[in-house]
């Protein structure tokens, strides 16, 4: 089975996960084509593939990955607050 992934929506990161997370029960050889990432799924195990599955976490880790990027400057605040010795900071200090 063959599954083409737009590396415009999704990054390599977030395929690699997914990728990681199958590779228990699936074999996948990566390859690019254009803007696409060809998934060439190879079973290693009776379990069926679960296309569904597979874009549920695909979606699942684009998520994490959009709300770690809307939330990287409030974190560095929060640890330099509570790391830091400056009470003074707030997220003008980072723009």
């Known amino acids: 089975m063959e599954i083409k992934v737009d590396r415009n929506i999704y990054s390599d990161s977030c ?30 195990t009776d379990e069926e593939f679960d296309i569904n599955e597979f874009w549920d976490k695909m979606n699942d880790f684009k998520l ?23 009470d003074n900071f707030d997220e003008n200090d980072f723009d």
């Open 15 to 44: 395929i690699s996960k997914v990728v990681y997370l199958l590779s228990k029960n699936y074999s996948i050889e990566r390859s690019i084509e254009n803007d696409y990432e060809i998934l060439t799924i190879i079973q290693k």
């Open 64 to 86: 994490r990955e959009i709300i770690n990027t809307e939330t990287k400057d409030i974190k560095t605040i929060l640890y330099a607050k509570a790391f830091g010795e400056f």
